[in-house]
Structure formats: C-alpha cells, structure tokens
C-alpha cells in the first residue's frame, strides 16, 4: 500500500513559477515509476509529466515540454513538479500517481494509486 500526499499549489499570476511535491509513504518507493497528471474544472484528466523509477528517464506532454521539470529524491520518497512559465491554460487539480512499474508511464490507466490533488490556480 502507498499513500501520496501532494502540496505546494496555490495562486500565481500568468509568468510565474511553483513548485509541486507528492511525498509517498512506505518503504518500496523506489520500485514505483511515478506521474503528475491534472484535471481541470469539467475537463478529463490528462497526463503532464513522469519518471522511472530510478529518475534515469522523463516523459512530458507537448503542452508543457521546456516549461515543467519532474525529479525524484528516492531518500526521500518524494517527487516533484517545477513548474515554470505558467499560463492560464495550466489551472487544474495536479493528482501525483504511483505505478509499480520501471518505465515512466504516460496513461493514467496503468497507476496503482493517486493521491488526493493540489489545487493550482493561474490567474491572467
């Protein structure tokens, strides 16, 4: 079992930059690839950003390549999310997902858990 907890969401002006972290409980985080998706107000959720397991590889989605960095700190069981130049269009609830798999994984389908979101609001 694996609980993830995200934070560091909030309100930014359109420019701006914030900094998600999903910090995950137990002791195999390490054998999870992990994944940043988001779903916006009356939107579906789709995915944003994931990474291996050992941090060796990184997926984005086109909508934010050059503009978001995912990392990992296995001692610390955590993920993060930079998240610079950001735009209206990125406002959404960002999930953290765990999947007990080695690849950094694109689908929301193949996660094991989710944690409960952090509100990230871009204003104009």
């Known amino acids: 079992q694996v609980q993830l907890v995200e934070s560091g969401g909030g309100l930014v002006q359109a420019g701006g930059s914030l900094r998600l972290s999903c910090a995950a409980s137990?002791?195999?985080?390490?054998?999870?690839?992990m994944g940043w998706f988001r779903q916006g107000q009356g939107k579906e959720r789709e995915f944003v950003a994931a990474?291996?397991?050992?941090?060796?590889?990184?997926t984005y989605a086109d909508s934010v390549k050059g503009r978001f960095t995912m990392s990992r700190d296995n001692a610390k069981n955590t993920v993060y999310l930079q998240m610079n130049n950001l735009k209206p269009e990125d406002t959404a609830v960002y999930l953290c997902?765990?999947?007990?798999?080695?690849?950094?994984?694109?689908?929301?389908?193949?996660?094991?858990?989710w944690g409960q979101g952090t509100q990230v609001t871009v204003s104009s």
């Open positions: 997902s765990a999947a007990l798999t080695s690849q950094a994984m694109s689908r929301a389908s193949s996660a094991d858990y």
């Open positions: 990474i291996s397991r050992t941090g060796g590889q990184t």
């Open positions: 137990g002791r195999t985080f390490s054998r999870y690839a």
